[in-house]
């Protein structure tokens, strides 16, 4: 089987995925409290319009039916418009207008926990029972085990008060004047002053993000290093000679990788999830505060085509997956073909 042929397998199997995901989705929102015709309306609406509204939003149809339209418009890719949030606003429009808060917060978030977790997890892991590994393990598990929400506000708390907490250092001037909270200025990145101003409003939300998969990389990491170390495949190589250099970038580290795969790519959807309750309290304005919104007044399209945009990525990343599994570990094959 060649790499296409594998491809295109993996893509026809992601259809029942979606289905299902679809489904689900359909059956949540159908059967939950979800009440657009009376976000609508307000408290003030009569039984007449209420009517007249869930008529023409074609919720007076049969179930069936409207599982079956809302299945065709997903699949043709017709998200619909927003009902609530932004009437006659179609959801392109809101996805285009929001998605690059949440690209530029989840950005950081995955380089915060790459480029400082696994790197702090292979030191450990090639540093054993020393006290460098004690402090990264350590700090591994409390960062996995802090809660979201709760180092958020006590984020959003000290920076607020930075002058108080941090010894007279203000955050809110330092480098770049800006509050803690509130959507990040992406308008103008390509100067200094406005790529520092962007960065800096969207780091105390890209580490709170981050943090939990920054520990557990750490974890995974040190772990995957110490299984490496004591295979026979590197004491081989230690017979044969290897300068210790290569050894440790080329054998130790290469295959350290592997575990690690599924575990970023599983978690970038623990952060879109993680995303809406940052965005939530540190005001960014995102598409996990879009969706928030969404739920929180009832706007059904909106709910809906953003659940299966949610879960069209986590099946692409399973795609993405597979690739980076064939490029880390050449062993991996596609059934036997090349």
């Known amino acids: 089987m060649s790499r296409w042929q594998y ?19 359909f059956l949540v929102i159908r059967a939950g409290p979800l009440d657009p015709v009376s976000a ?7 039984p007449q319009a209420y009517n007249a509204i869930k008529q ?8 069936w039916q409207q599982y079956i339209d809302y299945m065709v418009n997903l699949f043709t890719f017709d998200l619909g418009e927003s009902w609530v949030l932004q009437p006659d606003t179609s959801v392109y429009s809101l996805v285009a207008s929001y998605a690059p808060r949440t690209l530029w917060l989840g950005f950081w978030s995955v380089l915060i926990a790459v480029f400082i977790g696994i790197p702090l997890g292979f030191y450990a892991g090639l540093n054993p029972n020393t006290f460098s590994d004690y402090v990264a ?16 506000v006590i984020l959003m708390s000290v920076l607020s008060q930075s002058e108080q907490f941090l010894f007279g250092f203000d955050w809110e001037t330092w480098l770049s004047p800006t509050n803690v909270t509130g959507p990040p200025p992406l308008g103008n990145l390509t100067s200094v002053a406005g790529f520092t101003a962007a960065l800096k409003k ?10 939990a998969s920054m520990g557990n990389e750490m974890r995974i990491g040190r ?6 170390v004591n295979s026979n495949f590197i004491e081989t190589a230690k017979a044969k000679g290897v300068p210790p250099r290569s050894l440790v970038w080329k054998h130790i ?3 350290a990788l592997i575990p690690l795969v599924p575990i970023i790519t599983g978690e970038a959807f623990i952060l879109i999830g993680g995303s ?8 960014i304005s995102g598409i996990g505060y879009l969706f928030f919104q969404a739920v929180k007044n009832g706007d059904m399209p909106l709910v809906g085509s953003l659940m299966f945009i949610f879960i069209l990525l986590v099946v692409l990343l399973n795609i993405v997956q597979d690739f980076l599994y064939t490029i880390i570990d050449p062993r991996v094959g596609y059934d036997g073909g090349a």
Request: proline content about 6%; cysteine-free; charged content about 10%.
């Open 137 to 152: 393990s350590f700090g591994g598990i409390v960062w996995r085990a802090m809660p979201n929400f709760w180092l958020a």
């Open 56 to 63: 023409q939003l074609g919720l007076n149809q049969p179930l």
């Open 7 to 25: 491809f295109a397998k993996r893509v026809l199997l992601s259809v029942p995925v979606l289905l299902f995901g679809a489904s689900i989705t």
């Open 202 to 211: 969207i780091a105390p939300a890209a580490i709170v993000l981050g943090s």
């Open 253 to 255: 580290f290469r295959n």
């Open 40 to 46: 609508i309306l307000g408290p003030q609406g009569d």
């Open 276 to 283: 809406v309750l940052v965005e939530t309290v540190f005001d």
């Open 223 to 228: 772990t995957a290093v110490l299984e490496t």
